[in-house]
């Protein structure tokens, strides 16, 4: 037998992909020569190739036996134990090779690969220091140094050698790759990110992970129709690609697609029946759409094959709450409850929102512990990007006072609705006033007014939070003000860079921050009485009646609604509540119940947004012996036709923990009565706030038993009831609560106080603002 010729023709195979082909070759050689090097060798990549390792590393053994200085050997054998995941044994091999080669750069290359895979990034940034030092124009190696500094942190290194990978070699598309990862975790999302993915794909059109990574950066960017156009060109990739599969769900989850968003979310389970995240994202789905026991459902599976999953553990919280499903909600707390306890314990961020923690726990201290976690976890992420901004001494450019504003929430919403006249009646010839707007423009009348009325409105939904602090930075705003705290969709991740001097939470979330990074904290003396400081990161700045601005110009609909149509009695007391459903706890439920098992013919009408709540709320009513029909449910509707609406009801009933903020005002705007309770938080004391500043304290409650008796009582005191009304009507547009003007001057004085607290550089200190 020729064996060289038979090599050629083996080797001809093997080139040309027809493994089978060669193996028979190899085999045939062998069969004649058992201990032949090449033979053992060639059909050892064969093995290899076909997913049989160990026969690999048998073969390629025994070919080193024969040759045991034949460096392709070794180096193989030193690849492919790397690539079974035999480690050690790999280094082993490449160590002792590069002691009888120690120019190769290959062997090098590889030994610091093994390092990374074991953690030892510094050691395998040696090995390619080194092999740099040989062959300095290759760019593999400086790709690979560039990763090893990333995973050390050392992210401004690592972005020298990717750029210097690509420089190199242009077509190297892990390089741009990488890049546009460390640029994401040194700067956050923006412009050149997105290049750096798209450069990668440019030049490697089937890069899975480039094509998810630039779906995933389009979709942080609020860029959501180029995500979801990414995320199908991954799944055309990798059509298994779980993570592609599961993010399309979410970003149709944005668009309200939930059928959709659902058949991908089915999708990713299909190809994984254990991932948690799947089951999670249909529970929200379920949610959003009012499905609540499915969504209970598909949150439980989650925790059952995640059970430290702690977002799973919020998400069964808030479905409760909003089903008002208590006995469920019960068990649920007492179960996020531990896990928030022990991810504190362990330094971990906690799942539980602050948001959501205050809704239920009316516990100032707890509230304060959680938020600090979140301002931490978020401070830390955004001091890691190392950017920094300095505000040294300045003059107010004009003479005039910058303040800018920071909501999502410059549209239909609660928040819009209190504050629409605010940035008209700014004292022009002293303020300028900006508003940066991160949610959508849903061409309502509310964000067309703010848009005319501020001095500027600026559109940051598409900036990272960096790119949008260098925004505000760069736009000399003086006294930076946000309007979301913890709420969803918030971005206190861009207060985090500190781009003005001066930054204040107001209006939109009623607590602490937790925040090193906020200044200031606009409260009042009612939802923040003396002594409560200790509980708020923020110095207090006590406005010197209510806290809350509003709207004293609201239309309300001349829209002829009456009882009868609403679905009301029309001689029957009725009574209202239209805070939204989360609000509503069991202990004030019954006391509802009590109240109208006291008042013969009297409704409870509520509005609720999803028919098993209704059910829900129907069924506890029946079981404390109220019949289905004393309950009245609304439908949605306009604000100002809401408002004529509400004029219906004779008395409106607050709810505990989390008072009505919004609602309160739109009832006592009406003249519409409400009794409220003053709880234990800012949350729990806003309508006590509310009646005070409107000339109404004798409907604040200090109890549960209080409050049921005085809504008993009016119920049967007409005299009095209408008393309160014409009270009510009356003093409305002189008391400080509708004197939107005062207020707007009020907040002017504030931020003057603060400003010269920051020139004379005495840092934040708290204060009231005096009584005009």
């Known amino acids: 037998m020729d064996v060289n010729a038979k090599l050629k023709i083996g080797t001809r195979h093997h080139q040309a992909g027809r493994l089978k082909d060669a193996m028979a070759v190899y085999e045939q050689i062998l069969h004649h020569f058992p201990d032949h090097p090449d033979a053992l060798h060639l059909s050892g990549l064969i093995t290899h190739q076909q997913g049989n390792s160990d026969d690999a590393i048998r073969r390629i053994r025994r070919a080193i036996e024969r040759h045991p200085q034949n460096f392709v050997f070794r180096k193989n054998l030193c690849m492919i134990l790397f690539a079974a995941g035999k480690v050690h044994d790999s280094m082993r091999c490449c160590q002792k090779l590069i002691g009888d080669f120690p120019g ?61 990978a690509i420089q190199l070699n242009p077509d190297l598309a892990e390089a741009y790759y990488n890049l546009g990862n460390a640029l994401r975790i040194h700067s956050g999302i923006n412009e050149v990110v997105v290049a750096a993915y798209q450069s990668a794909l440019a030049v490697r059109p089937d890069y899975a992970d480039a094509s998810f990574n630039l779906s995933k950066a389009f979709d942080e960017l609020e860029r959501i129709e180029e995500a979801i156009t990414g995320y199908a ?9 779980i993570d592609a599969h599961n993010s399309l769900g979410n970003a149709y989850l944005k668009q309200g697609r939930y059928p959709s968003a659902i058949t991908c979310y089915e999708q990713a389970i299909r190809i994984n029946p254990h991932f948690h995240m799947g089951y999670y994202n249909m529970a929200l789905a379920c949610k959003l759409q009012g499905r609540m026991r499915q969504a209970a459902a598909f949150a439980k599976q989650s925790l059952a094959l995640n059970p430290e999953f702690g ?46 923690n205050f809704t239920r726990h009316a516990d100032p201290a707890l509230n304060l512990r959680i938020a600090r976690a979140w301002s931490d976890f978020t401070a830390a992420r955004i001091s890691r990007m190392g950017e920094e901004f300095v505000h040294g001494h300045r003059n107010l450019k004009d003479g005039k006072m910058v303040i800018g504003y920071v909501s999502e929430r410059f549209r239909n919403a609660a928040t819009a609705h209190l504050m629409l006249q605010l940035f008209g009646l700014h004292d022009r010839s002293r303020f300028a006033v900006y508003a940066y707007s991160y949610g959508k423009d849903d061409g ?33 705003v003086d006294v930076l003000v946000d309007l979301m705290g913890y709420m969803k969709h918030n971005r206190l991740g861009i207060f985090a860079f500190r781009p003005a001097p001066v930054q204040v939470e107001y209006l939109g979330y009623p607590g602490t921050t937790g925040a090193d990074f906020m200044d200031y904290l606009i409260a009042d003396h009612v939802v923040v009485p003396v002594g409560e400081e200790a509980f708020f990161t923020e110095r207090l700045v ?54 109208l098992k006291q008042v013969p013919g009297s409704v409870l009408w509520l509005i609720v947004r999803s028919r098993e709540t209704r059910q829900n709320l129907i069924n506890t009513a029946g079981a404390a012996g109220v019949r289905e029909d004393r309950l009245v449910f609304a439908k949605s509707l306009p604000k100002h036709e809401h408002l004529a609406r509400i004029k219906l009801a004779d008395l409106a009933l607050d709810t505990r923990i989390v008072n009505g903020h919004t609602t309160t005002s739109d009832c006592l705007w009406v003249d519409l009565p409400v009794i409220a309770l003053k709880g234990n938080h800012f949350a729990s004391r806003v309508s006590a706030s509310l009646l005070k500043a409107v000339g109404l304290p004798e409907l604040i409650c200090d109890s549960l038993k ?16 209408s008393g309160i009304r014409s009270k009510l009507s009356g003093k ?41």
């Open 542 to 595: 006590r406005m010197p009646h209510c806290y809350q601005v509003n709207d004293n110009t609201q239309q309300v609909s001349d829209k002829g609604f009456s009882r009868k149509k609403c679905g009301l009695p029309e001689n029957g007391f009725v009574y209202c509540s239209f805070n939204t459903d989360y609000k509503i706890d069991r202990s004030t439920y019954r006391t509802w119940m009590n109240i």
């Open 233 to 241: 060109r991954t799944l055309r990739i990798k059509p298994d690609h």
């Open 732 to 772: 409305k547009m002189t008391a400080p609560l509708f004197d939107s003007a005062r207020t707007v001057r009020s907040l002017e004085t504030a931020y003057t106080r603060m400003w010269e607290n920051h020139t004379k550089g005495r840092g934040p200190e708290p204060f009231t603002v005096k009584t005009d």
């Open 444 to 476: 309502s009348s509310y964000r067309e007014r703010i848009v005319r009325d501020a001095d500027r409105f600026i559109d940051i939904r598409h900036l990272s939070d960096l790119d949008a602090a260098r925004r505000i930075y760069d736009d000399g």
């Open 104 to 164: 190769s750069v290959d062997m090098l290359l590889l030994l610091g690969n093994v390092h990374m895979r074991q953690g030892g990034y510094q050691e395998a940034a040696d090995c390619f220091h080194k092999a740099i030092g040989i062959e300095s124009t290759n760019a593999d190696l400086y790709h690979n140094l560039g990763v090893a500094y990333q995973e050390m942190g050392r992210l401004e290194k690592a972005l020298s050698q990717y750029r210097r």
């Open 311 to 356: 977002d799973a553990s919020s998400l069964r919280v808030q479905i409760f709450q909003q089903a008002c499903a208590w006995s469920d909600l019960e068990r649920a707390c007492t179960r996020l409850d531990a896990t928030t306890k022990k991810e504190i314990a362990v330094g971990r961020c906690p799942s539980e929102q602050p948001f959501l």
């Open 706 to 721: 209080a409050y049921e008796s005085l809504a008993v009582s009016l119920a049967g005191d007409g005299r009095r009831l």
